[in-house]
């Protein structure tokens, strides 16, 4: 018999575990303490759930899961999967997802290879923590080709940090071939999967060992509940759920059923955000305000092959950079705006002056840190601190989340930010 289509399995999957009622959906376990009939089924049980054995479905405490978090860890672990021998273990953020994963594959005295284009927070914790504890990063610029990383890797190097697209400047990596050239060099790979997830990327078919999963952004949906995961392979899993053990990382049963909840309708959604934000994206692309937009599903994007070569959608998040011209100090020289122009150093009053007019008082767009919500989001995008090897040299960059409004009103409100810029900028 054929697998079922992904939107069934959506509908379908982590459902039953209770047998006594047939309700559509899971019951929600609270649970700190576990109680045992026998003293000898509380040692087996303390036995199963800890970290060397790394059992699933084995609790002897609240912090190694319940029903509700299992059924979640063993729908991530399938989805995600997608076919590979896979498990998941769930933290209460996707940044202590980001954390958990290094922390437990690198030790003193390893090496690290990061892509500059990281989310800013993962790169802090490489900078931070990481350094404190003896393990050092390279940063390398995030579309290199495999050779530019190959001449990177140390004796020492344990692992290998991706994200595709990457954080506001959405830059598209050979995954394949970084995973390819990790994997032969003995080296962990593992890779931020929040943009595309779950329906639009498959990491594990692109040979990664670990995908760490945002799971606050598309899988719940609703900006309603911080949570991550760790996908791994099994091979991967004893040191994986070791450190998850150790560090105490573990989640509500309320929590996991809002993500169970979520999980449903992510198909659906997924589409939605994407025709919306493609929408969004090429009015952009015509305004004379407008440098450039950063998506990589638009034919213009330097990623645009590898994207198209192994992704099979896009979703509801890019960029766009604002003509530089516009904010050079008055009798810069700059060119105008919708002419070539070449970035000088930028007014930062002009700057904040007009950043402010174009995202403050929008009706539609939110102004907010987060994304992957059912809400449209506007951010200026500060990445001067967020860049080592790469950094960004254009005009003022804006990063959009389009959630599930008409794109009619988006496009709507943003004609009425570029206005508002305009006339901010007049003087
Ligand atoms: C690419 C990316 N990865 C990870 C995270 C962290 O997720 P969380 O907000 O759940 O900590 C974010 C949050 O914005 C993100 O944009």
Partial sequence: MSQPAFSTRLSHIARRFDETIATVNLPVY????????????????????????????????????????????????????????????????GLAAISTALLAFLKPGDHLLMSDSVYGPARMFALGMLKRL?????????????????????????????????SYTFEIQDVPALAALARSRGIVSMIDNAWASPVFSRPFEWGVDLSILPLTKYW??????????VVAREEHWPTLWGAVRAMG??????????????????EVRMHRHQETALEVAGWLAECPEVERVLHPALPSHPGHALWRRDFSGS????????????????????????SSSSP???????????????????????????????????????????RGVAPWTGGPLLRLHCGLEDPADLIADLEDGLAALTIALAD
């Fill in 344 to 386: 000088g150093a930028l007014d930062p009053e002009r700057v904040a002056r007009g950043l402010a007019a174009l995202c403050e008082r929008r009706r539609h767009f939110g102004i907010g840190y987060s994304w992957g919500g059912y809400e449209s989001l506007i951010m200026p995008a500060g990445i001067s601190s967020l």
């Fill in 315 to 338: 979703s509801g998040l890019f960029s766009f950079e604002l003509d530089p011209a516009l904010f050079a100090a008055p009798g810069g020289g700059q060119e105008s705006a919708g």
């Fill in 134 to 166: 003896g393990v050092e990063t390279t940063f390398f610029v995030p579309d290199a080709d495999v050779a530019a990383v190959a001449a990177l890797i140390r004796p020492s190097t344990r692992a290998l940090y991706l994200e595709s697209p990457g």
């Fill in 220 to 229: 719940s949906g609703h900006s309603d509940v911080l949570m991550g995961a």
């Fill in 30 to 93: 609270r649970a700190s303490t576990v109680l045992f009939d026998s003293l000898a089924a509380a040692t087996q049980a303390g036995h199963d759930a800890s970290a060397a054995v790394g059992a699933l479905h084995a609790s002897s405490y609240g912090t190694a899961g319940t029903p509700t978090t299992y059924a979640l860890m063993d729908a991530l672990a399938e989805l995600e999967g997608a076919g590979a021998a896979c498990r998941a273990a769930l933290m209460p953020s």
């Fill in 249 to 266: 990382m573990c989640v509500g049963g309320d929590d996991a059923f809002l993500i169970l909840r979520g999980l449903r309708t992510v």
